[in-house]
């Protein structure tokens, strides 16, 4: 791999971007370029992220962020770098990262006494740093969270996401039971699933993975598993119940309520800059990227049109008009009154760059006092109203009313083309059919069992014949491989019996 995006030298958007509907992966890395989401870094498997890709993750950032304080944790930071002895206390943590770890020999021109790994994940450092402040019963529970880079020396890179370095957030918390840890892990699962439904618009299966997918140290993994617009699955956020594998390993105790030193009962849970892919992913069509109006940097963009120099002052008296009133209603618009381009470009850059709507205001608008608005998720005609009223009083209400259905209309329509590519199997090769087909496969299976929501009535795995509990989700990962369960972590796993 030369570099990790092909961007043009000069932003055109006509004619730069593969339709999704012929090369789907093409699609992806052209409309990141086209609408400047990122850049390549100048070390292989890196990317830099530009403001409107920046601006997504803000986005994430601003809604996780009053989720994990109303739910009692506290931001905190924790060094990048960690010493390699930390790496080797947990058995599974250091066999299941050795492969991604980026390691530090060298500082000051002088060889290390120890190698320090540039940090893939903190459970290490953050029980080391538990050990110190935990003493007692009164001490707990500790819940803590800090947003982050992590690196993971990926082999096979894709934008946004899987880089050689990625953002991220990760909460790890410590308690005096079991029972504690799991209601944690639980709940801030269900946190990434309505983040998922009700901001990002991407109907997301919640669950628990199998035995073989489980994060390297933890009991039980849960996870969100979201459809992308190829029907291959993402692994979107996952929740770790750590149990004592890392507070054995660190010895990292308290004194309960009766005088007895235990070990803390611990979690971990994280979203990262992958989020951001999943959503150009579930959302889009040939003309570019949609973003759903929660997410959105830009609600709004206003675009003036004008032919003779006297009719631009009025134009642009209106425009500023309307960007006020918008503004002050606490919707996010932009004005692109660039002479440089046209409106025709202007049209199809916004729309490329998903926004979910555009105004436009010309002279007879400015007549009539009306705009024009066009809806992202609607294309061409049937997603234009004319005539719409500048008076706030009636633009405000319209504008929102519009953004909610939009958003509304984009969940929707991710959900009934999930739905529609998932088939319910009750054998083999019905399994290996419906992958085949590109679709996602839902059966029982005695040896791994994953969704929360699961259907009624007595299961027979189809692989053994045996009772099962439960049914299990089977799609292809990002890396083309069959997986099973609610998730994925394409990392480790393939298909395995």
């Not at 809604?63 to 930390?86: A, C, D, R, W």
Request: hydrophobic share 40%; glycine share 8%.
């Amino acid at each position: 791999m030369a570099s990790l995006l092909r961007l043009p030298s000069l932003l055109k958007p006509e004619g730069q971007v593969t339709p999704r509907s012929v090369d789907f992966n093409a699609w992806y890395t052209d409309v990141i370029a086209a609408a400047e989401l990122a850049d390549y870094g100048p070390v292989r498997g890196t990317m830099v992220i530009r403001p409107y890709g920046y601006a997504i993750w803000e986005a994430i950032q601003d809604y996780l962020n009053v989720k994990f304080k109303e739910t009692g944790h506290s931001n905190m930071y924790f060094p990048q770098f960690i010493p390699y002895s930390f790496i080797e206390k947990e058995a599974s943590h250091v066999e299941g990262f050795s492969p991604e770890l980026a390691l530090v020999t060298i500082g000051g021109g002088k060889e290390l006494e120890e190698k320090l790994v540039v940090r893939p994940t903190s459970e290490t450092i953050v029980n080391h740093m538990f050990t110190k402040w935990i003493q007692s019963y009164r001490d707990l529970p500790l819940m803590i969270n800090q947003w982050a880079n992590v690196t993971r020396w990926e082999m096979r890179t894709k934008p946004f996401i899987r880089t050689l370095e990625f953002l991220w957030q990760e909460g790890h918390t410590a308690h005096a039971t079991l029972e504690e840890a799991e209601k944690e892990a639980l709940q801030m699962i269900d946190v990434y699933t309505k983040f998922a439904y009700e901001q990002a618009a991407i109907p997301v299966i919640p669950g628990r993975k199998s035995r073989v997918e489980t994060f390297a140290g933890a009991n039980r993994t849960y996870t969100i598993e979201a459809m992308m617009g190829d029907r291959k699955a993402l692994q979107a956020g996952t929740s770790h119940n750590l149990g004592q594998n890392f507070s054995r390993a660190f010895g990292t105790q308290f004194m309960d309520e009766n005088s007895q030193i235990e070990h803390v009962w611990q979690t971990s849970w994280a979203i990262s800059t992958r989020f951001v892919g999943g959503i150009i992913m579930t959302h889009g069509d040939d003309a570019g990227i949609m973003l759903p109006p929660n997410i959105a940097p830009i609600q709004v963009v206003i675009v003036p049109i004008w032919k003779k120099g006297d009719e631009k002052s009025a134009v642009m008296e209106a425009v500023s008009s309307v960007q006020n009133t918008l503004k002050e209603a606490g919707i996010r618009v932009k004005v692109d009154d660039s002479e440089l381009r046209t409106p025709g470009w202007k049209f199809n850059f916004y729309e490329m760059k998903g926004v979910p709507i555009r105004l436009e205001i010309g002279p007879r608008d400015v007549t009539n006092k009306s705009v024009v608005i066009s809806r992202r998720d609607i294309p061409g005609k049937q997603g234009k109203e004319f005539g719409v009223s500048m008076d706030p009083s009636i633009l405000v209400d319209h504008i929102k009313g519009r953004l909610v259905e939009i958003q509304a209309s984009l969940l929707q329509k991710a959900i009934a083309f999930r739905d529609s590519n998932i088939v319910d199997v009750s054998s083999y090769g019905e399994l290996k059919e419906a992958i085949a087909e590109g679709k996602w496969a839902r059966g029982p299976w005695s040896a791994r069992c994953f969704p929360f929501e699961q259907p009624e009535g007595a299961k027979k795995c189809f692989m053994t014949g045996n009772p099962a509990e439960e049914v299990a989700i089977f799609a292809k990962s990002r890396r083309k491989k069959l997986i099973a369960g609610a998730g994925i972590r394409s990392r480790n796993i393939g298909w395995r019996r």
